[in-house]
């Protein structure tokens, strides 16, 4: 029962993540920074503790004794993680829902599944899993096989955005939003790979969240302790660059610009930005039960994947090309969920 807790709860919060884009096409009038803050103000800023101070209502007092140790290591995941959030943002609006997501995503849930295992080999716990130990057993090397396995994946898929884009070029077709596959493919394997630096803030950030537990806290909300240091991370990286792109641009006006949505716009933005921590929230829920860090963040991302594809569908991203186009792509998505289905089971394994 358990088990079947934990998988609900990621589904609810990859349905949130892989839908969280979407408001954001209802914003007029803005350019991408401007929206892209405003959401990001709402996840990483004012949602969070909310959501901390309804469950763990003491959060302050944890953070402020944690080791300090913790707390820096934890806010330089976020930092790092913040680029890659931010570049997600971009891969997104170059590639497509669909393209996009399977991409960045590939790869964060490639990297994300090794990240626990390389932290508790630099830091030794009891009971928990480094990557020497994955080496040496049945269950950890099926894993690297799923690594390898979503690697293929992902290049089949980026093999698809060629294939499309060279349709659309041959046809002289206008291609869906801003595509662009040169600039897509080098933003999602950069975004890919750093955000899967989130999972390791949560694995560095678990004294905090087990100091929730010890304290009666329900263990299904101790993550949002720790993600209040983690997101203050990948906001700083975000709001540094959105106030640059806003300087370059001369977009500082889209705020107070009459002649656009202001309301509507905030509100769409808004709703983007707490659709996307709601992800996290119900990530914490669903690791508590399953209790494994590394299967939940596959199957988080496999949620996730699956939401944006079908979301890709209903923009008709993939409409027009070839049927060999879609075939290949398709072929990647399988992959690539193969290999989640691959890490889970060696996750299951080693445990």
């Known amino acids: 029962?358990?088990?079947?807790?934990?998988?609900?709860?990621?589904?609810?919060?990859?349905?949130?993540?892989?839908?969280?884009?979407?408001?954001?096409?209802?914003?007029?009038?803005?350019?991408?920074?401007?929206?892209?803050?405003?959401?990001?103000?709402?996840?990483?800023?004012?949602v969070p503790p909310v959501a901390?101070?309804?469950?763990?209502?003491?959060?302050?007092?944890?953070?402020?004794?944690?080791?300090?140790?913790?707390?820096?290591?934890?806010?330089l995941?976020?930092?790092?993680?913040?680029?890659?959030?931010?570049?997600?943002?971009?891969?997104?609006?170059?590639?497509?829902?669909?393209?996009?997501?399977?991409?960045?995503?590939?790869?964060?849930?490639?990297?994300?599944?090794?990240?626990?295992?390389?932290?508790?080999?630099?830091?030794?716990?009891?009971?928990?899993?480094s990557f020497t130990d994955m080496l040496g057993n049945a269950g950890g090397q099926l894993v690297l096989l799923g690594v390898l396995v979503c690697l293929i994946g992902i290049a089949i898929s980026g093999k698809a955005g060629m294939m499309k884009e060279a349709e659309i070029k041959s046809?002289?077709?206008?291609?869906?939003?801003?595509?662009?596959?040169?600039?897509?493919?080098?933003?999602?394997?950069v975004s890919g790979i750093l955000s899967s630096f989130f999972n390791f803030g949560i694995e560095g950030g678990k004294p905090m969240a087990e100091e929730a537990v010890r304290q009666g806290f329900n263990p299904l909300f101790q993550n949002n302790v720790t993600y209040i240091v983690l997101l203050w991370g990948g906001l700083s990286t975000n709001f540094i660059w959105c106030m640059y792109l806003n300087y370059k641009n001369r977009s500082f006006g889209d705020?107070?610009?009459?002649?656009?949505?202001?309301?509507?716009?905030?509100?769409?933005?808004?709703?983007?930005?707490?659709?996307?921590?709601?992800?996290?929230?119900?990530?914490?829920?669903?690791?508590?039960?399953?209790?494994n860090g590394?299967?939940?963040?596959?199957?988080?991302?496999?949620?996730?994947?699956?939401?944006?594809?079908?979301?890709?569908?209903?923009?008709?991203e993939w409409t027009g090309v070839s049927r060999r186009v879609f075939q290949t792509f398709a072929l990647g998505i399988a992959l690539i969920l193969g290999?989640?289905?691959?890490v889970g089971i060696g996750n299951s394994m080693k445990g």
């Not at 769409?268 to 914490?284: D, E, H, I, N, V």
């Not at 290999?339 to 691959?342: A, E, K, T």
């Open 1 to 46: 029962m358990q088990v079947l807790l934990g998988i609900l709860y990621h589904t609810i919060g990859g349905i949130s993540s892989g839908s969280f884009y979407m408001p954001f096409k209802k914003v007029k009038g803005w350019a991408w920074e401007s929206f892209w803050i405003v959401g990001g103000l709402f996840s990483w800023l004012l």
């Open 52 to 75: 901390a101070w309804l469950t763990v209502p003491n959060f302050w007092e944890i953070i402020g004794a944690a080791a300090g140790g913790v707390k820096n290591f934890v806010f």
């Open 77 to 129: 995941m976020g930092l790092l993680w913040g680029i890659g959030g931010l570049t997600y943002g971009l891969g997104v609006r170059y590639l497509g829902m669909s393209l996009g997501n399977s991409i960045v995503l590939g790869f964060c849930s490639a990297f994300g599944s090794l990240v626990p295992s390389i932290y508790y080999s630099l830091n030794p716990t009891p009971g928990k899993t």
């Open 171 to 189: 046809e002289n077709k206008a291609p869906a939003g801003e595509f662009s596959l040169v600039k897509g493919l080098v933003i999602a394997v």
């Open 255 to 291: 705020y107070l610009n009459r002649q656009t949505p202001i309301a509507g716009n905030i509100l769409f933005s808004g709703l983007a930005g707490t659709l996307w921590f709601l992800q996290f929230f119900f990530y914490g829920m669903g690791e508590s039960k399953l209790g």
């Open 294 to 316: 590394a299967s939940s963040w596959i199957l988080h991302m496999a949620t996730i994947i699956l939401t944006a594809n079908l979301w890709g569908l209903y923009l008709k």
């Open 339 to 342: 290999s989640i289905v691959l």
